[in-house]
């Protein structure tokens, strides 16, 4: 120990003494050791403190604070101060005692005292464990003054949570063991309240610091933590200290104020019990008094550490060395203490409320209980704490889970839930045996108390409210072979108790029973939401998801039975659980008929395929499974058949007698069945078990032979009954055991002291057969509920209590080392196979509560349950549960057609709100029982009708008054509501009616068709075929039918617009069904009603009009559409017609969306072939566009588009020329209207007709489904009049597809200004659909015609909008249109080819100083592209060789190859031409031509001026230019390649290509080349492109040293007449040149200009190479410059 110098040691240390040494009684003669001590130390420390004052430095520290010993460097050892205090606490006078402890906590609690050196007296030890026991020892018993036990515990405290201080093991053991008997010994409730705080701490402090401990080692960066450490070390310790001094303060006021507000209570209890409290307990242990013997008790805290009493030694094979750390050890040895606390048992009888040995059981368990619920990651995982939860705690709960005393059985039910949340995993066994004998077993006992059935409810309802713990009952028990049906079993129990029919304790009252009833209801319906919640995710709720995406929640759910459970590591998928399951429910049934007969239940196991015939596969059957009937085992074994003997011979061998005793054997071979009571059956099985021993134990040479073992068991057996048999009155003693069984052994005796042995056994052990899960206790039926005697009933029921506690404890022992595996369900599919279990259950609770019940909360409570059933019922599609549930809900109702209304109570009210509320929230699930929802909505209406008082005669009609009925209404249906008034009913029915027409009912009636949009595909097609079901029944009724389902049909039909096509496809189909069947009925009423209510609806919606954007009128028109389409008659047709034209001529100012309905029957009727319906629906949509339109074309304009699909159907009909013709004006007047109402597109809804929808052109603004309000003018206005002009043009003949073109293009230049840009791109996108009309097969006829004609005038009407509106569209269209302009120059027509070079051409020219760099690269692209494309490559490979054969197909084939051939030759030369007249204007090359030949012919004459900036050559960049030179020469080596190859000519030649003279290339092969030097020289003059200038020279150079040296070449006279144009401009060109561009290429060309002299030229040629010497004579200074 050591200490600070200066004031803070004396504030410690020197008061502390000098206190004692003033205490009067430490002057007595007694303490005179303890004084000498005191004042030896007192001047020790003066001493040490005036050497330490001159040493000390001139820092001084702050005394506000005592700092922990290391913070000085100045310490002193003061060590042999210590004994002062020891002596003090030692001593008898309690005042001394106390500033003893109180100094001591506080130099612990400030770090001054550590005591890690070791004790001087016992090396072997600590210095703190000696102080420990020092503080522990001032306790002694119940004697010891409050005072001295408050202190003590505050040092205790003090001593286990500082940090300063480390006891662990035998010394924090004994910390707790004085806490805890202080608590037990201390009559002061404020000390035992703060004992009681301090051991809660106490274990928090241990376990935190033993889960802290681990996550430390568990963390990477421990010099991290070094470092973080020694730079807060000052302000840890600190706070450290602060932290345990605000503890143990916080602990002695909390026990304070607890103390002053139980003071009156408690002093009405001490004042009853005082006895009790008066003399020391028999746990306290004695330190130091010979006064104070200690009594050891079964309650004794000295156990802690050692053996149990109960149990034996219950510490783990290598606990020593399981723990990783010291802290581990230390929560191991308390835990394990406190665990051999609770399994004491209580003494017989009722216990004092008092007496230690309650006090202490219920103190250990509150403890454990506060330990398990905090328990961390090491304390569950660690395997030597689930060993001592296994084999002491769980062992303990056995007993005290079914105590007689509450408090007891409460705390064991809370620890069990404590367990069941954080061990399960680890408990499977030890859960089972807790549920099947504790819980089920209290529950289903009659002679169990309220109290105990209210614990056990209360700890069922927090386990059923846990989702998780729910399934995992069920998958690891109910699915697991070796298990009991635990959550089977629960449910069947739990449903008993809410219907009422388990039997109860006479002593409980009405209200109890009640109470339970209604707790009952409250489990299986938290039951039930566990299970409605795991499943949540396979739900669709309709009120939040549209009904596509439920579809798509539906589909992604349709694999999840793959998903997989994890067991132990083992992937486990819901199907092998129900498999399990489904075997296990077969062994179960095998078992029941075993029990019943043995041989039946062995033959249907085996026709399973469960059990093997062989003999031992039934022994081991036998041995194994623990259900069997333990008296049916025994008369089976004992049976003399030979397959009996069989089985009871393998029986017995497998079982193992190896080294066991003989007792225990026969104990173990007895204990698996019930003996027979024939003789000759025991004879055999005794003789079968002692032949085994024997052979077991062979080497035991107790027995000569088998006949001993055989004797000694029966004698055995025999002594057994006789000792605790209750009938035999004079019992054997063990001289008479003895004597009967001499000479037993081959005539000789048994050692004496064996037989005597084996007595003793027997008389404190009866042999008896093996604890199994009993049934309420066994078979045996508890008398203790109908003994009327109160102190006899209590006497059973505690036997019966005690006898289930030892049962449920040696089960729970017979597990404490088994460990299977469990499950952690995590799978939605296990709920179908419990709900599949527990569903009939369920419905009888339910049932019963709402049939006998008028209670609201147990109404409440069963309508949650039946809604919750039939939601998971509905989730798993199980037809027949949610049928059941449905039916049963529908029932109680009372609105079915059997049902006497005059007993609707409010249950029954809210009964129907319930099934209105599945209705709304489950709609997506019910199928087929949507049939009883919408029967007792339908009955419901009729209530309603009642309620609000309307007369008989205005419900639809009065039929016939029932013979046999009251007038006063008692025996009143539903059925007769019709023809009875309201006032002749009672008045109880008449108020129970009245609540029917309750606002909430109507709004929840009304919401189920409201909300039926919100049902997915296969759901809302369910519900629209029940409701027309119902609709029919109501339709059927022969003398009035009802329209109640009928206009809900026609609700759903408006309320369900929105749906996607495919859905309501579907749900037409049921809807145009059910008007076919009443329609067509062969009633006439029937029929005339169906078509009159059809022709009513219509007429009525219409005339009360349609917001926008709304379409129940579309639907309810849509009939006649149906007919016109399915009927063929001409006579129904024609009416059809007629009757949507009177509608038109009548209505027309209130339909609406009507009409689409009416245009899509004008449109059926356009494409007819008789002339009066032509001709009347034609005249009807003639007045239409040509009246209407002008007068109420707001109101139409959502069918715009329909009206113009149709008027292009009868602009298609080729039997009606005429109306062809009008067809298309009458649309082009359609696109006056919208040039002049353009707002009105752009306002109101935005949708698109259908076939707009599916249209590919549209995708891309119609995929949303709603249009931008400035889009709405061209996709409901423009869009689809240019749209039915190009399918007219694509589907009719040539003069009305002329005259559709035409039209088309005429609007786009009229009305093109309003256009935006975008708009462009789709009409083009439209009008490029003309073209692919030509991509038909060549064998058609008509592909010529079309490329001739229509595409043709197509191309050139493209180019004029194109120019007209260049300035917007241009950028946006050019890709496009050249793209469309390429497709065109690669077909094999050639004046469609040619057009669209012209086009080209005439699109640049026109538009050129408008394009931009982008543009011209585009355009230069495609030039280059059509001369690639368009280049005739087979020229030079074609053989007669690779040819076809000469068939005519193959003639066919070369000649079209020889056409398109030509096509591309001409497409060549006219692309070359083209470049020309893009770069320099068409007639400027011409008169370019003409000068020079004058110039060349007139030495004299000079060139006149040309204007050379008439073409586009300024617009365009120098790198476009070089393009277009690059794609002439590559044009010009083409056709001077095929030009110079003779032999390949002459074989086209023969083979007939180009007539009968031999082809040649030469136009395309010079003018190419010329043009490119118009081109490049056009470039060398520009003095805007200097900077080019480098690059056009090269060329320039090459080029022409190319032309030069072939020109020289030429061997024809022809060939180079052709060329001489060429050379005329090649050499002007240079004669052109400035004399500095002259010199540097004249020298390339010089060699080649000398070779031409040698040629015989022309007269304009030989002049210019004249020219061209003399310049070069000028400019070398050869000759002198002309003057």
């Not at 072997?124 to 503080?135: F, N, P, W």
């Not at 306790?139 to 003054?145: I, M, Q, V």
């Not at 008789?1170 to 069918?1199: H, P």
């Not at 559709?1300 to 791109?1321: I, N």
Request: aromatic content about 8%; overall charge negative.
């Amino acid at each position: 120990m050591r200490i600070l110098s200066g004031d803070l040691s004396k504030m410690f240390i020197v008061k502390g003494l000098e206190k004692i040494l003033a205490d009067k009684e430490v002057k007595r003669s007694h303490l005179a050791q303890l004084r000498k001590a005191c004042e030896t130390a007192l001047e020790d420390i003066q001493e040490e403190l005036k050497h330490e004052e001159n040493e000390k430095s001139s820092n001084s520290t702050s005394a506000a604070l005592p700092l922990p010993r290391n913070y000085s460097a100045n310490v002193i050892n003061a060590e042999k101060h210590y004994l002062p205090f020891e002596l003090a606490c030692q001593c008898s006078v309690p005042r001394v005692v106390v500033i003893a402890l109180d100094c001591l906590q506080k130099l612990i609690a400030y770090g001054h005292l550590s005591g890690t050196s070791l004790d001087p007296h016992n090396p072997q030890r600590r210095l703190i464990d000696r102080v420990v026991a020092t503080i522990c020892a001032c306790f002694t018993g119940t004697p010891t003054e409050e005072s001295v036990q408050l202190q003590i515990i505050k040092a205790l405290l003090t001593v286990v949570t500082s940090q300063h201080v480390e006891i662990h093991e035998g010394t924090l053991l004994l910390a707790v063991r004085t806490c805890y008997n202080i608590y037990l010994a201390s009559k002061n409730l404020i000390n035992q309240t703060t004992a009681k705080a301090t051991l809660t701490q106490m274990l928090n402090v241990i376990f935190m610091r033993m889960e802290n401990q681990a996550i430390e080692e568990e963390a990477a960066f421990p010099n991290q933590e070094n470092n973080l450490e020694q730079a807060e070390v000052g302000e840890t310790k600190l706070e450290a200290i602060e932290i345990v001094s605000s503890i143990v303060d916080d602990i002695v006021a909390t026990a304070v104020n607890d103390a002053s507000a139980e003071k009156e209570v408690e002093g009405d209890t001490q004042s009853e019990g005082g006895q009790s409290n008066g003399g020391a307990p028999p746990s306290i242990i004695s330190v130091c008094s010979s006064s104070l013997p200690r009594v050891p008790s079964q309650d004794s805290v000295d156990t802690i550490g050692g053996t149990s009493s109960s149990g034996g030694d219950l510490e783990p094979i290598g606990t020593s060395n399981s723990f990783s750390h010291v802290l581990q050890k230390d929560a191991y040895l308390v835990f394990r203490s406190l665990c051999r606390l609770a399994m004491k048992p209580l003494p017989d009888g009722i216990p004092d409320p008092k007496s230690h040995e309650l006090r202490s059981k219920l103190l250990s368990l509150q403890l454990l209980l506060s330990v398990v619920q905090n328990a961390g990651p090491v304390f569950r995982e660690h395997p030597v704490f689930l060993s001592v939860v296994r084999q002491c705690l769980c062992v303990a709960l056995s007993r005290d889970g079914a105590s007689s005393v509450t408090e007891v059985a409460e705390l064991s039910l809370a620890l069990f839930l404590a367990l069941l949340n954080n061990f399960k995993a680890q408990l499977k066994k030890q859960i089972e045996v807790f549920f099947r004998e504790i819980f089920l077993n209290i529950l289903e006992n009659p002679g169990s108390t309220f109290d105990h059935h209210w614990l056990v409810m209360q700890a069922l309802t927090r386990i059923c409210a846990d989702a998780q713990s729910v399934v995992d009952l069920y998958v690891n028990y109910d699915c697991d072979l070796s298990a009991a049906n635990i959550f089977e079993r629960l449910v069947n129990v739990l449903s008993k108790i809410a219907q009422g029919r388990h039997v109860v304790d006479l002593r409980t009252t009405p209200i109890q029973e009640k109470a339970l009833r209604i707790k009952g209801l409250e489990c299986l319906v938290t039951i039930l939401k566990c299970m409605v919640e795991w499943s949540r995710e396979l739900y669709v709720n309709p009120n939040a998801q549209s009904n596509i995406d439920a579809e798509k929640i539906k589909e992604n759910h349709t694999d999840e039975n793959e998903s997989q459970n994890y067991v132990n590591g083992t992937m486990t998928t819901p199907k092998q659980f129900e498999a399990i399951k489904q075997q296990k429910e077969i062994w179960e049934q095998g078992i029941v008929l075993f029990n019943r007969k043995s041989r039946r239940g062995l033959q249907y196991l085996q026709s399973q395929k469960l059990l093997g015939e062989e003999a031992v596969d039934v022994a081991r059957f036998l041995v194994t499974e623990e259900r069997l009937d333990k008296t049916v085992v025994g008369d089976f074994l004992g049976e003399p058949d030979k397959f009996n003997k069989e089985v009871m011979y393998a029986y017995v061998d497998l079982l193992d007698f190896n080294e066991k005793d003989f007792v225990s054997a026969l104990r173990h071979f007895l204990e698996g069945f019930r003996l027979p009571g024939e003789a000759q059956k025991i004879d055999r099985l005794m003789e079968k078990f002692a032949a085994r021993y024997c052979e077991c134990n062979s080497s035991l040479r107790l027995f000569a032979s088998a006949d001993a073992p055989y004797v000694l068991a029966y004698s055995i057996i025999m002594l057994t009954t006789d000792l605790h048999s209750p009938q035999v009155k004079n019992k054997m003693t063990k001289e008479q055991f003895i004597k009967n069984n001499r000479g037993i052994n081959d005539s000789k005796d048994l050692p004496e002291e064996y037989l005597s042995q084996i007595y003793d056994e027997i008389a404190g052990n009866e042999i008896k057969m093996k604890a199994h899960a009993s049934n309420a206790l066994g078979n045996k039926v508890s008398k203790s509920a109908g003994t009327a005697n109160e102190k006899k009933r209590r006497l059973l029921w505690n036997m019966e209590m005690e006898a289930l506690s030892s049962t449920a404890r040696q089960l729970m022992e017979s597990v404490s080392h088994v460990h299977s595996p469990f499950t952690s369900a995590t799978h939605s599919e296990h709920v179908r196979p419990m709900f599949k279990v527990a569903w009939t259950p369920f419905l009888a609770s339910f049932s019963v509560g709402l049939q006998d019940c008028d209670d609201l909360e147990v109404s409440t409570l069963c309508l949650d349950g039946i809604r919750c059933a039939i939601r998971i019922a509905c989730i798993f599609h199980m037809a027949l549960e949610r049928d059941a549930f449905i039916q049963a809900l529908a029932r109680f109702t009372l609105l079915t057609a059997n049902s006497p209304i005059t007993e609707i109570k409010t249950k029954n009210i809210d009964t129907i709100k319930t099934l209105i509320t599945v209705a709304h929230t489950d709609g997506n699930y019910l199928g087929h029982s949507w049939l009883d929802i919408l029967k007792c909505i339908s009955q419901l209406e009729l209530a309603q009708l009642i309620g609000t008082g309307v007369r008989p005669q205005f419900i639809t009609g009065t039929p016939t008054t029932p013979t046999g009925i009251s007038s006063s209404g008692n025996n009143l249906h539903l059925s007769d509501l019709p023809s009875v008034s309201i006032n002749s009913l009672e008045p109880s029915v008449k108020e129970s009616i009245g609540e029917t027409i309750s606002q909430s009912v109507v709004v929840a009636v009304d919401r189920i068709f409201t909300g039926s949009t919100r049902l997915d595909g296969n759901a809302i097609v369910d519900f629209v075929r029940a409701l027309c079901q119902i609709s029919l029944e109501e339709l059927a009724h022969s003398t009035q039918p009802r329209m109640f389902s009928l206009q809900k049909i026609v609700e759903i039909s408006y309320y369900n617009m929105g749906r996607i096509r495919l859905q309501w496809s579907r749900i037409w189909e049921v809807l145009g069904d059910h008007f076919n069947k009443v329609g067509t009925s062969s009633n006439e009423n029937i029929a005339f009603f169906a078509v009159d209510s059809l022709r009513q609806l219509a007429m009525k919606f219409i005339e009360k009009g349609e917001l926008a954007n709304f379409r129940f009128q579309k639907d309810f028109l849509r009939p006649f559409e149906h007919i016109m389409k399915r009927n063929r008659s001409p006579t129904i047709r024609d009416m059809v017609v007629r009757c949507v034209t009177q509608m038109v001529h009548s209505q027309s100012d209130n339909i609406k969306s009507g009409w689409k309905n009416i245009f899509c029957v004008f449109l059926l009727a356009a494409s007819d072939n008789d002339e009066a319906i032509v001709e009347l629906a034609f005249q009807t949509i003639n007045k239409i566009v040509t009246e209407l339109y002008v007068t109420n074309m707001a109101a139409m304009i959502d069918s715009f588009q329909d009206c113009v699909k149709c008027l292009s159907e009868f602009a298609c009909n080729p039997l009606f020329p005429d109306t062809n013709m009008e067809a298309i004006r009458l649309i082009r007047l359609c696109g006056r209207h919208v040039a002049d109402q353009p707002a009105l597109f752009r306002d109101g809804g935005a949708q698109l007709a259908d076939d707009m929808v599916n249209s590919q052109l549209t995708s891309a603004v119609t995929n949303l489904g709603l249009i931008p309000e400035e889009e709405r003018l061209w996709v409901r206005g423009w869009f689809p009049i240019l749209f039915e002009l190009s399918c007219i043009i694509g589907r009719c003949k040539l003069d009305v597809r002329t005259r559709a073109l035409t039209v088309l293009f005429e609007m786009a230049k009229q009305y093109g200004s309003t256009f935006r840009s975008h708009w462009w791109k789709d009409l083009f996108k439209v009008i490029f659909r003309i073209f692919n009309q030509s991509k038909l097969p060549d064998q058609l006829s008509e592909k010529s015609d079309w490329l001739t004609t229509t595409c043709n005038h197509a191309l050139y009407a493209m180019v004029d909008v194109i120019t007209q509106y260049f300035d917007l569209i241009g950028s946006l269209l050019i890709d496009d249109f050249i793209a469309q302009l390429l497709w065109c120059v690669t077909q094999e027509n050639e004046q469609l080819a040619r057009s669209g070079v012209n086009c080209l051409e005439n699109l640049v020219i026109s538009n050129g100083p408008k394009l931009g760099d982008a543009s011209w690269l585009r355009i230069c692209g495609c030039v280059d592209d059509i001369f690639h494309l368009t280049l005739p490559d087979a020229l030079l490979t074609w053989s007669p060789h690779s040819a076809p054969a000469e068939t005519d197909s193959g003639v066919k084939d070369t000649q079209r190859l020889f056409n398109g051939l030509l096509v591309q030759c001409q497409v060549q030369l006219e692309l070359i031409h083209t470049i020309d007249n893009i770069v320099f204007f068409p007639s400027t090359t011409r008169k370019e031509d003409a000068d020079l030949l004058a110039s060349a012919k007139s030495i004299s004459a000079s060139q006149r001026d040309l204007d050379l900036d008439q073409g586009m050559f300024q617009f365009m960049s120098t790198e476009h230019l070089l393009l277009m030179v690059d794609c002439l020469a590559k044009s010009h080596n083409f056709a001077r390649q095929f030009n110079t190859n003779s032999t390949q000519r002459n074989v086209l030649w023969k083979a007939g290509f180009r007539g009968p003279v031999r082809p040649n290339l030469l136009k395309q092969e010079t003018q190419s080349l010329a043009c490119a030097m118009r081109i490049l020289f056009r470039l060398y003059h520009d003095e805007g492109r200097q900077n080019e200038w480098g690059k056009v020279a090269d060329k320039l150079t090459h080029l022409g040293k190319d032309a030069l040296e072939y020109y020289v070449t030429l061997e024809t006279e022809s060939h180079r007449d052709a060329w001489s144009p060429l050379m005329l401009l090649f050499l002007w060109k240079i004669n052109q040149l400035t004399d500095e561009k002259f010199k540097t290429h004249v020298s390339w060309w010089h060699q080649l200009l000398c070779e031409l002299v040698s040629f015989e030229l022309k007269p304009e040629l030989r002049s210019l190479l004249r020219k061209i010497f003399l310049k070069v004579g000028q400019v070398f200074r050869v000759i002198a410059a002309a003057p």
